[in-house]
């Protein structure tokens, strides 16, 4: 499954900067990968994973501005259609997983 966060967050002065600067690496730190500009998604491999994360990330959340998580399975990503210019892509593969036994 993917945890997709999405967001617009207001850069209108220094603070504003710094909070949009703070969630964003925030993100980053937390495993999320960024699919285009203010779009950022991580693979999970459960409901009870993706919750995990939702709570770190409503953490983060600056005071202002809009953010949205969405969690979509696997099948419903791979659907997702990607265009770089007017060139089809496929969408990100997930990270494989480490093993252990």
């Known amino acids: 499954m993917w945890l997709m966060a999405m967001f617009d967050l207001p850069v209108e002065d220094k603070e504003d900067r710094r909070n ?3 969630f964003r690496k925030a993100l980053l ?3 999320f990968m960024m699919l285009q500009l203010s779009v950022y998604a991580r693979y999970l491999p459960s409901e ?6 939702r709570k770190t990330v409503r953490s ?3 005071p202002l501005g809009q953010v949205r ?3 979509v399975t696997d099948h419903q990503f791979g659907k997702m259609e990607v265009f770089y210019g007017r060139k089809p892509r496929k969408p990100e ?3 494989s997983q ?4």
Do not use: S
């Not at 480490?98 to 036994?101: A, E, W």
């Open 60 to 62: 983060a959340v600056p």
């Open 48 to 53: 009870e994973a993706a919750e995990a994360h």
């Open 29 to 31: 730190k937390d495993g």
């Open 98 to 101: 480490m093993l252990l036994f």
């Open 20 to 22: 949009y600067t703070r």
């Open 69 to 71: 998580l969405i969690a």
């Open 93 to 95: 593969e997930p990270q």
